[in-house]
């Protein structure tokens, strides 16, 4: 067997299907049929079952998982020692990062990355904040960028940046009455958020909890899963929403969306490490050159 082999072997695994692993990894759906198939007839074993179009670990795959991911790991060890030994900076990174950072902070950070070390071959995936811990904790990416809080104690996190935070509705919006000067009657808001486990929406979680109002009591309208169908619904007139001041900044030029004044507290773009696994040289120059990014931004 091969380490490719394995590759392939723990993303089908992990994802339950075939398809995604493959583009997962950037290469065919067949090439990873194939891998399997090869893995399966080289031992003589069933690795998954195919239920119709689903395909779900055997008793025997289930046995191997934790094998080959120990094996993985011991290859990505050694490969760390010698490129530490060498200090030649190369390899592969793969990033999980929240909808804000990945589509509106990370992209320019990641061209000038490459433009100094092209030898590192970048990948991103995009979730939510818990999707994010999630995929750093069982090794899925080798490290997360998140602008939300995290729960594991076996993470570490190092701030990269601040984000600011705005309230706003569309250009048309009625006015909104306020309870006191800067507070704006959020119960009488009609919210549109985004889904458990976002940034975003502990933001709004936290100011009901300090305005003392129930978060169920809210006028949640409409809940979507990205800060793109949000910024829509809101320009379209359904509500209000808090929200990054990235995502909403050319609506708020051109004039489809006014900001709400309110006192809210600005949140911090956070890098999520697990600290159990050792950092490649490539972990150790994006996280320097990410932290060198941020201080340019601040300082203009």
């Known amino acids: 067997m091969t380490l490719d082999q394995l590759r392939i072997f723990v993303a089908v695994a992990e994802r339950g299907h075939m398809t995604k692993a493959a583009e997962l990894l950037g290469i065919s759906q067949s090439a990873a049929s194939a891998a399997i198939r090869s893995?399966?007839?080289?031992?003589?074993?069933?690795?998954?079952?195919?239920?119709?179009?689903?395909?779900?670990?055997?008793?025997?795959?289930?046995?191997f998982l934790p094998e080959a991911k120990a094996v993985l790991e011991r290859a990505a060890a050694a490969h760390n020692v010698l490129e530490h030994v060498s200090q030649t900076?190369?390899?592969?990174?793969?990033?999980?990062?929240?909808?804000?950072?990945?589509?509106?902070?990370?992209?320019?950070?990641?061209a000038s990355f490459h433009e100094a070390y092209p030898a590192v071959r970048l990948s991103v995936t995009i979730g939510n904040t818990r999707q994010v811990e999630t995929n750093v904790l069982d090794g899925t990416a080798d490290f997360g960028l998140v602008e939300g809080r995290t729960d594991s104690d076996i993470l570490r996190r190092a701030k990269v940046d601040v984000d600011r935070l705005v309230l706003v509705v569309a250009h048309s919006h009625p006015e909104i009455a306020e309870v006191s000067q800067g507070h704006p009657d959020i119960r009488e808001l009609r919210w549109i958020i985004r889904e458990g486990g976002s940034g975003t929406r502990e933001v709004l979680e936290d100011l009901a909890r300090r305005e003392g109002i129930s978060f169920a009591d809210l006028r949640i309208f409409l809940v979507l899963p990205s800060n793109e169908a949000v910024r829509q619904a809101v320009e379209a007139g359904a509500g209000a929403t808090i929200i990054s001041e990235l995502v909403v900044a050319r609506a708020g030029a051109e004039g489809s969306l006014r900001s709400v004044p309110?006192?809210?507290?600005?949140?911090?773009?956070?890098?999520?490490?697990?600290?159990?696994r050792q950092a490649s040289l490539a972990q150790m120059a994006l996280k320097a050159h990410l932290g060198e990014k941020a201080g340019e931004t601040v300082r203009g």
């Open 39 to 63: 893995l399966e007839q080289q031992h003589g074993v069933q690795l998954f079952n195919r239920v119709g179009r689903n395909i779900e670990l055997a008793q025997t795959g289930r046995r």
């Open 89 to 110: 900076i190369t390899g592969s990174l793969s990033i999980a990062a929240s909808q804000t950072i990945a589509s509106y902070w990370l992209p320019r950070r990641l």
């Open 262 to 276: 309110i006192d809210l507290p600005k949140r911090d773009f956070a890098m999520i490490t697990h600290r159990d």
